[in-house]
């Protein structure tokens, strides 16, 4: 299915697997909304959509904040006449030991990955629903199905987003025509890994690095591309994708 002319709202569309997806649902013709807080990188990547020949703006959001998000729905929804797509993408995974008591990181993590993805779906769902189509893609992870040391709370709201997933599909599938993707990463070269303030879980993830060829954010936005583009008829409700030689 083309999306030439659709609109995506893309959150964590600063950096990474974010600003990745952007350039490529743009590249292939969709409008884009570009959310996030850092302003500056969004008009780089606005102007830069724009000279390649696609369309874009900026969205200061940031998706903890109920009133940040509806306000950057609804000047998407001006700008653009609908919002097709959904990419709740932002998210933080500064890694830790339970016994380290983190406790502002997981109070963090718990209100941008699931209550980001809430209000992001909120403030969206009305308009997909009214116009009785849609297509919400989330941004879980290989810890979304598996629980790994070090990563207990992120992999707690991982496996949360994943299970929202599978229910807003069955919820939203049949009875309104929006479809719902869970995309679920293994290790992936984002800037994920600069928010670690533990130093040894910091140093754990420099030293995965030489064990295996981490993906790509381009290779995620491959995945995003291909379940945005998949006939009406098909959900690609659940994807993992994998470094080759990730084992784990």
């Known amino acids: 299915m083309s999306i030439q002319g659709k609109t995506a709202l893309i959150t964590g569309a600063s950096s990474g697997i974010g600003a990745a997806t952007a350039l490529k649902l743009a590249a292939n013709g969709a409008k884009v909304g570009l959310a996030a807080r850092r302003t500056e990188r969004l008009e780089e990547l606005v102007s830069q959509i724009a000279r390649a020949g696609g369309q874009a703006i900026a969205l200061e959001m940031d998706v903890v904040d109920t009133a940040s998000v509806e306000a950057g729905v609804a000047k998407l929804a001006q700008a653009f006449g609908s919002i097709d797509i959904l990419f709740n993408n932002a998210g933080l995974m500064p890694l830790s030991d339970i016994e380290a008591l983190k406790v502002d990181e997981w109070h963090r993590m718990v209100d941008v990955n699931i209550k980001g993805v809430l209000n992001a779906t909120a403030a969206v769902l009305p308009h997909m629903i009214g116009q ?80 295996m060829e981490f993906l790509k954010a381009e290779d995620i936005a491959e995945t995003v591309l291909f379940a945005v583009q998949s006939s009406r008829h098909v ?14």
């Not at 993707?181 to 993830?205: F, H, K, N, W």
């Not at 959900?235 to 784990?248: G, H, K, L, N, R």
Request: aromatic share 6%; with cysteine; hydrophobic share 35%.
């Open 235 to 248: 959900d690609i409700a659940e994807v993992f994708v994998m470094p080759t030689q990730q084992a784990w």
């Open 132 to 211: 009785k189509s849609g297509h919400i893609v989330n941004t879980s992870s290989i810890a979304g199905r598996k629980v790994f040391g070090g990563l207990t709370v992120y992999c707690a709201t991982k496996h949360a987003i994943t299970a929202l997933s599978d229910g807003m599909r069955i919820e939203l599938g049949k009875k309104h025509n929006i479809r719902v993707t869970c995309v679920q990463p293994g290790a992936v070269e984002t800037e994920l890994y600069d928010q670690i303030s533990d130093p040894a879980a910091r140093q754990q993830m420099e030293d995965l690095k030489t064990q």
